[in-house]
């Protein structure tokens, strides 16, 4: 998958289209879509092509339980476009292929992981609204974010690992702790067989052999500001485990670390760049703020590279 171009163009067509419609007909599904059962799934697939030759594969999984569920809806009608804009116009990532998942918790939900493929144009979008947001949840701070991080150590498939050893990236979000993965749970989502349970954390190490794994801790829902679930991501994650006061930024910190990681960004020039996007400075001062401890560490502490050449949409007229 991930064979096409992204067009802004297109989706600004189709996000305003959005601004009447509620919820309910964005996201349509009522149960687990069939293309998202990850029950069975052998690997979803991130490939070079001639369109997209140095692909940089990009999971953002979403915590459907509870308020979380708006987030997606965020996305779906405007956050989207801002997460591409960002990558591809302001030179991040020359060929990012982002896979949307939804999570929820495996003990109690009907639907605890929903995946779709990996994509580099408008076809995201298509996965994304496939999402069942069931906003379910157990109701015991924890939901099954684990699912995510054991999706991407055992069933994906990247060429950018592959071919140059290079990771790629797994988001997951939500304002809860993360359950340990009992095998039965394993058996049930992905039809996989475990000698054991797995523990989140070995999970989490797992995934972190083939993807630089963040998990960032929205304070907003109804748990975020409690100071167990960030203790518990710290644990788990370090200096990766990052807190926004809401969704609004999710998108510019999603791809500002990445930027950071690709060494196409660094701290001054990602506040430039939120400047300049107009994200308001409240959101950008969270951004930022999330982004600090980030920015100073090991893996960011080195000269940016100048910004890749800045994408042409479909009219062919440069943005930046």
């Known amino acids: 998958m991930g064979y096409t171009s992204w067009s802004d163009d297109a989706y600004s067509q189709l996000s305003n289209a959005r601004t009447t419609q509620t919820r309910d007909q964005i996201f349509g599904n009522r149960q ?20 997209h030759p140095d692909s940089v594969p990009v999971i953002v999984a979403f915590d459907v339980t509870g308020s979380m569920g708006t987030i997606p809806e965020r996305f ?5 476009g801002g997460l591409m804009r960002m990558l591809v116009d302001r030179g ?10 939804a999570i929820g918790d495996a003990y109690t939900d009907g639907g605890p992981f929903q995946v779709g493929q990996f994509e580099s144009g408008l076809e995201m979008d298509m996965w994304l609204t496939r999402i069942w947001i069931e906003g379910g949840g157990g109701g015991q701070r924890h939901e099954s974010y684990a699912l995510a991080h054991w999706f991407a150590a055992h069933h994906t498939r990247t060429d950018a690992w592959q071919k140059r050893a290079k990771k790629g990236y797994l988001f997951t979000m939500g304002d809860e702790m993360t359950w340990d993965l009992p095998r039965d749970q394993l058996k049930k989502v992905f039809g996989d067989t475990a000698e054991k349970d797995s523990k989140a954390k070995d999970a989490i190490a797992k995934a972190a052999e083939t993807w630089e794994v963040f998990h960032i801790v929205v ?3 109804y748990h975020g500001k409690e100071p167990e679930i960030l203790q518990q991501w710290q644990g788990l994650l370090g200096e990766r485990a990052l807190v926004l006061p809401d969704a609004h930024g999710i998108c510019a910190l999603i791809a500002q670390t990445i930027g950071l990681h690709e060494g196409t960004l660094d701290a001054q020039s990602a506040r430039q760049d939120l400047d300049a996007m107009n994200l ?12 600090a401890t980030l920015a100073g560490s090991h893996l960011a502490r080195r000269p940016a590279k100048a910004h890749l050449p800045a994408a042409k949409t479909a009219g062919g007229v440069d943005r930046l």
């Open 280 to 291: 308001g400075g409240t959101t950008a001062a969270a951004v930022s703020t999330a982004l």
């Open 219 to 221: 304070a907003e829902g």
């Open 92 to 101: 991040y990532v020359a060929d990012p292929q982002v896979l949307f998942a």
């Open 32 to 51: 687990v879509d069939p293309t998202m059962n990850p029950h069975g799934l052998a690997f979803r697939e991130s490939c070079d092509s001639p369109q």
């Open 76 to 80: 779906a009608r405007e956050e989207l």
